[in-house]
């Protein structure tokens, strides 16, 4: 007896060594550590029987077995006299009125009595669907929630819930920050890393259905055969999880992989070309998801190299998927270096073509109108294009918020976002609801986040960029979910269900945005940051070739005052939203320098001057980070120690580099305000000349 | 009752599912399964005392705990009856007359009575060599070998025992095939990963006492403050492991980030800027271990660019670091366009230099004279430098065997070239005794391993890519312990101790390594792989602008015959050895085509002619790998399913690309041989047009 307990201490370590490993992120399956809720759960989960043989169903088995085992700390007997029953619809005759309620990938969960005994019932009309399921049902388990009376029906708001990796062939990812490519291209399609599988099920737990595999500055070369084979290896793993992929197409392949002298998208070659390796694809990958572009954007080519229009080179695409089922995502992140306003261009492009497109063309617009800002407007074209499909696009990988170093939960800006109301068909004509296709009746829907992973063990680099690659799944599957009942799933998953860590961590979480605004762009500014790899400050910025490509182009900051004016006295940008949205843009102050140019000396609602005010915001943002350090060191003893000291030492840059943007954007903006900083601001550690002779030449993901 | 065994039984499952994490390397401390042997092992060890408190000895303590904890499947106390005692000499006042065997590294474990009690000391002169101790003993227990009654004196051959790390500042690694580098030079040196200490661990564990961190094709951006603050935190990391650290140095440093005008190793200005250099380095990193130069080598700069030699470079910079105790490890791999044979250069520019460095100059000398070839004789310098310590250079990253994806267990590599006699001072002037300093008595003495590591879980991508991190350094260690030694002893901590296992796999690896250069470069080709990449075959290859990148340059094949005639009618790179080395090099048909042009008729010792043997010996390359799949098989259930899937996919993939060697060699050299392949052989699948169509222009490491 006294041996086996020695044993079961020992093992105890073992297991708690193990569970720091953050490789298994939000599944991690620990048992549950109240008394009285494990047995309750073990009362209500005495046998599972799970009906069905396709590799889905071999996945929901494998699932619900560790799952349990490990929750519930003893192994679960899969079995036919079972208390928990799994299967589709045709498995419950009694369920069958409910199928209608389920769609293709919605699923239920129902405590009921079945032949006389008590059961819970997990059920869909597919086996996708009975997967997304039990990963709820397991998510409940997790969190500490009662499993005794349930009636759940979820369906996803959205079809298409897509990560986008940029991701080169050579393995370097294009804003990454967590190390290199999950795919190894070189050594595919023979070998089959363990993480393609563990990607594809944790996108599944957590609703991400399709993974463009790809940069959008695509390369041609993976649409030749050898890399077609290495994409459906891919496929074929990814198969069972529900997750299909997609590949993003350069637009010149037909030239540089296929032999001709143009890629005009109305040249019958051009056509061919692209029709004969649609069904080349689709040999291969029955399932293919169809295409991403990036057209007549940052160099890349384009239908407009034939003055052609983007419907005419996205249809052309999608004339070539269509009979396969397959779409394309045309990206409206364009801006031309004659336009007036970079903010105004995608609007200007895209707006006029509006019902020009084919059905399975969706056009993929990014949250903002300039390029993932800590905060930007809503992109006026998502109030803009009715009889389009759109398919917006958030950033999951930190470019311009802190990179891999800076904690930032991004769910409050996905629901600021989501929550904005375009007016497009008058009140309540939401972003959410117009990405989900029922403000406007679309059939198809979508919402893609370029993806914050790498091969490093974590997957993301800070553990908490976990956080957002589990909230924009969920964000996805169901938008009227709060940031907040989304961070406390991910924490109660990823670190457990004590109340203090509970709370503790979503104080910091939910502060986390509002403060890299602050301390980064607060009260409108926008695109301020060092050229090419985006990281810190600069917003002296003034040497590149193209206006807008500097900040000085976007903060207009003069010894007059600061902001750029998109009013009518200036590019009149804000016309491109309705009259309802503009009065809101102008009377919020946290878009203001977005919109106007203001004096330093103008009062706002605070009473604080315009420069006052910007000292205030900056020395906000960084006291928020100060007090999520103080919060953190609370936690020490609760958490692993390894992950306390890695989240630790990462609040400490986050709090160095919060005090670099503050120091060196107040520095520079009051040599225009020529106003001296207020009495009771921290005083700079470093001149501006210091901090503009800053150089990172090898800083990541440029 | 119940309860806890089915914890236990649960536990059992997530110890098994942890311990299949390939991250933990050799040090798994998975419990002792021979019932017989831990009950042993438990009489044995009853509880530990450590004395001592610096933070290697914290090392020893954890390392300790965590091994004997694991091993041993139970907690074990550390007090002061111990039955295990660990310290350091004056620990021990008996044992006070065993210093001396001992030295600065070395360590005694001994089975002894002190106070009437039978003990086992673990002790050294030095906290490093206690620590070195203490893994040596736990090494005993995870082999299954008796403790009961030790008397082990283990001190190194070889004083430096490094890895050289090829990594970039963008973390990109030259010839690497295991991810990117560990070193996250961005986030350094506020963040420190876990990685870092993991890393000095395991390299502790096999005597690895140093790391050169950056390229040897270097920047110096490196040795800029900023960089160096970098460095300095992880040297703080490496420090209680015994690691020190090294750098790459960048010869035109002075100019680059030194403003100078030139980097003249006679300059005065020049001069005065690396000792400054070595100041501040010596300032924050006070045990720096000094640096390594690639210089006038593949476009590097050096010395010769100022009509300086080799030795006024290294001698310059020795002069900088001397007053610290540093060293300068001056690289030998040169060759210039202009030479008549580049197997010669290396000798011919280095040979007249002997005795002209400063005495804390190492002369780096990789083990061939051309380059890391799967079999090269050994290079003619290990014989020809008496009066300069000279450090061997080998490779473990594949760059010519396979890169990441072949199973090739370079120990007998290794040893082929420690045990060759060099005959300098007449018989049994080996390379080890060259290298370890005893044949010309050097104080200094080193071996320097290029790394095969970066951040993939597993550190080194193929399961079997650790293997050769740890032979590097238990061979750097103890030259005379055989390949198969380590080899056992790596399978038995890695995959367990069970007979079956252990028998199988040695056999493989033993079989690897004649078995890659069977199927890639038998009887002496070399240098006949393709261009840049060096993936895959391309004897054809000769677009290149030198003459000596080409493939056609090294195998010299035509209608008469094939092979570099290097005796006295050709190149009499022969001369550069002593003559009784070169006689066997002329006997041993393993030289055959390093040395001489021979004909397609002539008939070899197994009675087979030359393009027989040829055909014979590719075949016998592509069998060996098929019969190390059947092998693998075997083990099926034995291992882990996921270690077993990956080496099972990765055999299949050596065996593809062993066979495309073959056929891709051997229907090139046809062309001239104009011979028909014996009847026996498999015909080539595709035809050699095809094989030369082959482009692969996203291989790794190039």
Known sequence: MKKIWSLLILMLCVFHASSQ?????????????????????????????????????????????????????????????????VGTIPSFPALRDRSKELGTEGFLILSTVMNGRKVTV???????????????????????????????????????????????????????????????????????????????????????????????????????????????????????????????????APMEIGGLHTADPLNDSVRQWWQGKAKEIYALIPDFGGFLVKANSEGQPGPQSYGRTHADG?????????????????????????????????????????????????????????DFQPREPFSPLLGAMPHTPLMLEFQLTQEYLGQGTHLVYLAPLFKEVLNADTYAQGKNSTVARTIDGSLNNHALSGIAAVANIGNERNWTGHTFGQANWYAIGRLSWDNSLSSEQIAEEWIRQTFGNSPLLVSSIKRMMLASHEAVVNYMTPLGLHHI??????????????????????????????????????????????????????????????????????????????????????????????????????????????????????VRMLLAIQAKEATWWRNACLLYFQTYSRLPFPANYEKPDHSLDEYKQLSFPYAPGN
Chains 1, 2 share one sequence.
């Open 122 to 252: 997990i059920t869909a009309n597919t086996d996708k669907g009975v997967l997304y399921g039990v990963f709820h049902f397991l998510r409940l388990i997790q969190t500490a929630q009662s499993i005794g009376d349930l009636n759940i029906v979820s369906v996803p708001r959205v079809k298409l819930r897509l990560l986008d990796h940029w991701d080169n062939l050579n393995r370097y990812v294009e804003r990454g920050y967590a190390g290199i490519s999950l795919w190894n291209w070189h050594t595919l399609p023979d070998y089959l890393d363990s993480r393609y599988t563990d990607y594809a099920r944790y996108n599944a737990s957590v609703g991400i259905n399709g993974a463009v595999l790809n940069n959008v500055n695509a390369n041609a070369v993976i649409l030749t055969p050898a890399y077609l084979q290495k994409v459906a290896a891919l496929a074929n793993v990814f198969r069972p999880y529900g997750i299909k992929v997609y590949l993003s197409a350069r637009f010149s």
């Open 21 to 85: 490993d953050q490789y298994t992120l939000w599944l991690r399956y620990t048992p549950v550590k109240d008394p009285a809720l494990l047995a309750s759960y073990r009362r209500s989960i005495t046998a599972v029987a799970v009906t069905g043989s396709s590799p889905t169903m071999e996945v929901v088995r494998k699932e619900l077995g560790n799952g349990l085992n490990g929750l519930l700390e003893t192994p679960i007997p899969f079995n036919g006299n079972a208390s928990l029953m």
């Open 314 to 370: 996205a249809n052309m695409l999608a004339d070539a998927v269509a009979p396969y089922g397959g779409i394309v995502m045309w990206r409206a992140f364009v801006y031309d270096p004659k336009a007036s306003d970079r903010f105004k261009q995608a609007y200007d492009e895209f707006q006029p073509l509006d019902g020009k497109f084919r059905e399975n063309v969706m056009v993929q617009v990014k949250n903002g109108p300039i």
């Open 529 to 646: 940051m060092g050229n090419g790899h985006h990281y810190g400050p600069a917003p002296w910025g003034n040497d590149l070739p193209r206006a807008d490509w500097n900040p000085v182009y976007y903060h207009r900051a003069d010894t007059n005052g600061i902001g750029f004016d998109r009013t009518v006295t200036g590019t009149n940008a804000l016309l491109q939203y309705r009259p309802e949205v503009r009065k809101q843009f102008l009377e919020d102050e946290k878009y203001l320098l977005w919109f106007r140019h203001v004096s330093w000396g103008q009062r706002l609602r605070s009473g604080r001057t315009v420069w006052e005010e910007l000292c205030y915001k900056y020395n906000e943002g960084v006291d928020t980070v100060r007090a999520m350090q103080s919060t953190w060191e609370q936690l020490k003893g609760l958490i692993d120690e390894e992950r306390f000291q890695q």
